[in-house]
């Protein structure tokens, strides 16, 4: 069985974190904006795991589990804030935030 | 073709497809589970790439987790179907080719220049399964330290969301 | 030909998730029969009792029933979550099933694969967590996608109760694994043998009774079963996620919840009560001529009953499961396949313990309110199934610590 060559998984990985960049560049609604962040944080966990393979170390494993701890509490404080946000200005739409005062 | 090269094509598509649909979807919601669909194909490949300890943790706590919390406040807030604005011409006629072009000169890259190559032809298939008490014994003695300063992250988060959530006395 | 010789993994997984699958249904429509037998007598009824001997034809009838009904979808549902929400449930609900070896890895075909097992993964437990965390969407897309306010409700109290519940869950197993070094579920099994003076089975059930406790109240509620049905209570809700469904796919949901309660059953024999170990040494022989002796008895019990109760078409129906019973029973006896029967006999005597004891807890405990719920897994709960998780470490590494 011959293995994938690694530069076909960078090549999904930029091309996932491009769609990621669009999306959060595109989206106005706050939460699929927070949503696109977690995709290029994917993107990137997926160069991680296939850097890790290609040089035969295991540390790139060891910094996708620190990215999806990091990503699990940053979801926790970024929906809290979300909430607040909505049950503050009555819209999810990022254009209505627009004020420095929550 | 062999098995695992059709399995990676596979797995892209729908990785792909799914960011697609994450873009082009008007409801949150299924935003959302585009975005599950995503972490899934992901998960899959990190079997593909020997790596099953981190495919387990990526569904576990991103699709099982994370996203489960996305879901979850999207049907708290019942965030209906997102307005959509105008953006600008220039991001529509400049910007969505450049976009475009920029990922095309990354594969180029990435397929003709020297680092490419080598990780393509290198080490790439010669390691088998990476075990996770490997895994663990890396992530306990040489990264103690960024390990535990994770878990005071996480103490700071849910303080911090609790704060947050707290109702005005 | 050429193809079952080169690919014999391929070809035996098919073939065990084929018979594993046609099992583990009719399990799941003969569970429905026993739940309702069951707290039928704790009730001091007869629960079904018409369709064939002892109500023995009524998930048949059930079934037949959810195919012919007339299949309603709300005009204001969104249709394609609402169609995909209960496919999701029961297929993630029948996937984890297939990670759990039912007997000995010792036990193989021909060809070298183990029979018991679908799959003998590295990290099963890791996996067998990572299918059931995904347990959620199937409810949680269910209330969404109805558009009914009830569903809404059902399915955002269901999300953070499964939530709430599966960090303690996760956490009671943690002990164990620590006791055996192993996520493997075989290797899991193995570190429980042995007995403690000649007789006493060296289960995790003893060291790690704390655990096994908060694994199995946390499991209950994992699976949204009373007294932590919440989403789905009837006397608030209606039926909480699965207000909205019909028909077929509400028979789904209702598959997808006992095939969840079967898979942590299976767990909990597994991590706690010794898989399929045997209770007894080695050396008593005679257990092995156990399993066809139950089915023995039972053949005699069911001849008695036909003869003395049964009238009409009842009778011959019970006369086929006194010769099936019997039948069984006698092959069973046969030593070979009684040596060879012996770990999937234990195993389901285990599982079939669990489950009699869910449904006993449903027919005899009230439903919790709410915020009690949340308090309790919270406050009680994971502090109980961290300070087991911690004294445990603490004792594996004590005389690491004394060593210097």
Known sequence: MSAVPISFYLVLSAILFGLGVVAFVFKRNIITIFMSIELMLNAVNLAFVAFARARGELDGLVFVFFVIVVAAAEAAVGLAIVIMLAQNRQSLNVERVNLLKL | ?169 | MDFVSQHPVLVAAVVKIAVLLFIVMTALAYLTWLERKVIAHIQSRWGPYNVGAHGLLQPLADGIKFLFKEDVTPPAADRLIYTLAPFLALALGLSAIALIPFGPPSALFPNGQQIFSVVDLNIGLLFLFAITSMGVYGIALAGWSSNSKYALLGGLRSSAQMISYEVSLTVSVVGVILLAGTLNFNELIAAQKGYWLHFIPRWNLLPQFVGFLCYLTAAIAETNRVPFDLPEAETELVAGFHTEYSAFKFAMFFMAEYANMITVSCLATILFLGGWLSPFPETWTWQNYLPGAGLLMLAAYCAWNTVSEMRGIARLQLGVVTLLAGGGGLICLYPPIAAGIQGPFWFTAKILAILFFYIWMRATLPRFRYDQLMSFGWKLLLPVSLANLVITAFVIIWPLLRKG
């Open chain 2, 1 to 169: 073709m062999s098995i695992p090269i059709i399995l990676f094509l596979v797995c892209a598509l729908v990785a792909v497809a799914g960011a697609v649909v994450l873009i082009l979807a008007r409801e949150p919601i299924h935003s959302a589970l585009a975005l599950v669909v995503v972490m899934m194909a992901l998960a899959v490949l990190y079997l593909l790439l020997g790596a099953p300890f981190i495919a387990a943790v990526q569904i576990i706590v991103y699709a099982g987790a994370i996203m489960v919390l996305f879901v979850f406040v999207i049907m708290l807030l019942n965030a209906g179907v997102e307005e959509r604005t105008d953006f600008s011409k220039l991001a529509k006629f400049a910007g969505v080719p450049l976009g475009f072009f920029l990922l095309l000169e990354i594969a180029h890259w990435l397929a003709h220049s020297p680092i490419g190559a080598a990780i393509a032809n290198g080490a790439g298939s010669s390691a088998g399964e990476s075990s996770t008490t490997e895994l663990s014994e890396m992530l306990f003695r040489q990264y103690l330290f960024p390990f535990e300063a994770t878990s005071i992250l996480i103490l700071i988060a849910i303080l911090g969301a609790l704060v947050l959530a707290r109702k005005e006395e």
